[in-house]
Nanobody, 125 residues
């Protein structure tokens, strides 16, 4: 069975950094585009960043441009989200997801087949 397991969340002060990881198993990782989404309390899930199968195509939501960096290591079957300059409004549960649209960077959650359980990121002011 496919599993996506996020880690690296936690509590950080505004301006700080976190690096999220998402380890995949049960799928051919290099055959999937990967994405990060987040959901804050009382809000809808929103797109954060996506990376295609090779890492050659990347897309960021405006909210994270210049602060967040998505990357992947196909040998380790892991996708990362480096978050710098964190703001209180970045507080949310962060989810990774796998999309069969391997060459693309889908910003819509309907394009993703598999989802992790999420990791909490809390940014204090």
């Amino acid at each position: 069975q496919v599993q996506l397991v996020e880690s690296g969340g936690g509590l950080v002060q505004a301006g700080g950094s976190l690096r999220l990881s998402c380890a995949a198993s049960g799928l051919t990782f290099s055959s999937y585009a990967m994405g990060w989404f987040r959901q804050a309390p009382g809000k809808e899930r929103e797109f954060v960043a996506a990376i295609n199968w090779s890492g050659g195509r990347i897309l960021y939501a405006d909210s994270g441009k210049g602060r967040f960096t998505i990357s992947r290591d196909n040998d380790k079957k892991t996708v990362y989200l480096q978050m710098n300059g964190l703001k209180p409004e970045d507080t949310a549960v962060y989810y990774c997801a796998a999309s069969e649209h391997l060459s693309l960077t889908p910003p819509s959650d309907w394009a993703y087949t598999y989802w992790g359980q999420g990791t909490q990121v809390t940014v204090s002011s």
